[in-house]
């Protein structure tokens, strides 16, 4: 009989549920913002900061900055290589490998809540967090910079695990025969 995983010991618990939470949170602020804010309508939460932040109602055909308007199939598609990819690889990550995981999640919400629901359901992104200097942008948004950045950083901050030929030093030069 095989034996029961429970869900620490399962590998795609932390991936799964990051990208569970990140849906969650994107979808129900989104679907508060389309009900209760009129498009181009802000709120200032904070009002010392009103001339640089506030939640503005804005719908986005297109990629981040407004790229590629009206080009819904294409992210659609894109969503789903980047989600395939994504399980994909995170079948050969080592359960250790935690904060890579948690990046993957991130990302994964992210193109689930914008390409995967928003686009089919409505043709379009609602975004609503605006700082006056940058584009408007929304939980799912956020989410993919911030999986992508997390991404970078653990990749790049891994130890090399290459198996050295033993009896060789670190710094040692090979030698020419």
Known sequence: M?????????PGWLVVGTAFAVVLLDQLSKRWIERNLPIYESIVPLPAL???????????TGAAFGLFRDQGVLFVVIAL????TI???ARYLPIERRLVRFALGLQLGG????????RPRQGHVTD???????PAFNIADMAIVVGVALLAYALLMQKDETPKPAGVEPGDQPTSS
């Open 128 to 134: 609503f967090i605006y700082f006056h200097f940058w």
């Open 2 to 10: 095989p034996k029961k995983r429970s869900i620490r010991t399962w």
């Open 111 to 118: 193109a689930i809540g914008n390409n995967l629901i928003d």
């Open 81 to 84: 290589v980047v989600i395939v």
């Open 50 to 60: 009103r001339n640089f932040f506030t939640i503005t109602h804005f719908t986005n």
């Open 87 to 89: 399980i994909v690889y």
